[in-house]
């Protein structure tokens, strides 16, 4: 290909990749800057009526989703319409998550505290009472997004890592929203510098909070719902060296609609002559208290964090899950490897190290 073809590819390609940020970005702006205007009753339907569209557009995310569900609860929940609907349910809870973290930005402090009731709150204060901060962790699970808006209306200093989106101007804008309901962000790159923040962050006793389900590319390889996974070292590293107390912390939809904030009781970090080893047993022990919440409210994960690595090959996991429907006269392109979709709008705002 000619040279000034590629380049004017590559321009094309610039072009195209700014203006999906600048859509992106006037398209949050418009819309939190509509919602004091929209009965929430009505924001809610139309969440659901997009969540719905999305489902049957988005196909690639919704058969990646059933592709984990399948490789890691396949045994126990075997009913394929059972396994779709779980699937449905996670992602319409994703929907609303977006919903309620736009909405608090209106919100006045005795709303925010109204709308997340919090259980284990002691533990949270005997740990800050340490005066060696607090590292949250924590899954996509639930109202995520809302533990922060949460625990900085209450009084509490709170940080967050996050996996900035590349568009420097569209990661300014949410840190600024995030900011103006109380949470500082912590950019997780550069490496070094998070790591500086997040130390900084410790040390004037704040709360920083770690997403740490994402196990794709971790340096720790851990068991996660009977699979082999590579998980992220971070937070084990951090309570090792810093003294940090770790708290799980779950925002969860309950049955009537209302969401509570679960603290639970600090988990102790392995203390181990090796610090390897130490963080290999720390970590596998923050894995199966986030294991255990994924069990426990499987239909608000959003099962997308899960490696492809030790696991049946694609066209197998087709062929099962095909077989368990009774058959289909859809044909799905199985014999062609697998690719990792790309940058999803779930991805712009991980909270994740």
């Known amino acids: 290909m000619p040279l000034r073809r590629k380049k004017k590819r590559s321009r094309l390609a610039q072009f195209s990749y700014a203006l999906r940020y600048r859509v992106g970005e006037y398209a949050v702006r418009g819309f939190i800057a509509a919602l004091p205007l929209i009965p929430y009753g009505l924001l809610l339907r139309f969440t ?6 999305a489902f049957g557009f988005l196909r690639t995310y919704r058969t990646r989703m059933e592709e984990n569900l399948v490789a890691a609860l ?7 319409n059972e396994r779709k609907a ?8 994703f929907a609303r998550g977006v919903l309620d973290t ?3 930005m209106h919100f006045s402090r005795e709303e925010i505290l109204a709308t997340v009731a919090v259980e284990g709150e002691k533990h949270l204060e005997r740990a ?30 709170f940080s967050v890592v996050v996996k900035h989106p590349k568009d420097r101007r569209f990661a300014q804008l949410i840190d600024e929203y995030r900011a103006q309901i109380g949470i500082r962000t912590i950019s997780a790159k550069p490496r070094r510098e998070a790591v500086r923040g997040i130390l900084k962050a410790l040390r004037e006793n704040r709360i920083v909070m770690m997403i740490a389900d994402e196990f794709k590319s971790g340096d720790v390889m851990v068991d996660f719902l009977g699979l082999r996974a590579p998980a992220p070292r971070g937070p084990a590293t951090l309570a090792l060296r ?8 779950f925002a ?19 203390q181990l002559p090796d610090l390897e080893a ?7 022990l923050y894995t199966a208290c986030l294991e255990a919440a994924v069990r426990r409210y499987p239909d608000q994960w959003n099962w997308l964090g899960l490696p492809r690595e030790d696991r049946i090959s694609r066209h197998e996991l087709w062929r099962r899950i095909r077989a368990q429907r009774g058959g289909g006269k859809r044909r799905h392109r199985a014999t062609t490897q697998a690719k990792s979709p790309g940058e999803s709008p779930a991805d712009h705002n991980k909270e994740v190290f």
């Open 278 to 284: 130490s963080v290999t047993a720390t970590t596998a």
């Open 128 to 157: 800050l009472g340490k005066g060696r901060g607090v590292l949250a962790l924590s899954a996509h699970l639930g109202s995520f997004t809302m533990i922060g808006a949460r625990l900085a209306a209450g009084g509490y200093p």
């Open 86 to 93: 779980l699937v449905w349910r996670a992602w319409k809870n």
């Open 252 to 270: 969860t939809r309950q049955a009537d609609d209302s969401v509570v904030l679960t603290i639970g009781e600090a988990i102790e970090p392995v």
């Open 74 to 80: 396949g045994q126990e929940i075997r009913a394929p």
């Open 102 to 104: 736009t909405a608090v």
């Open 242 to 249: 810093t003294g940090a107390m770790t708290l799980p912390m």
């Open 48 to 53: 659901n009526l997009l969540a719905w569209v």
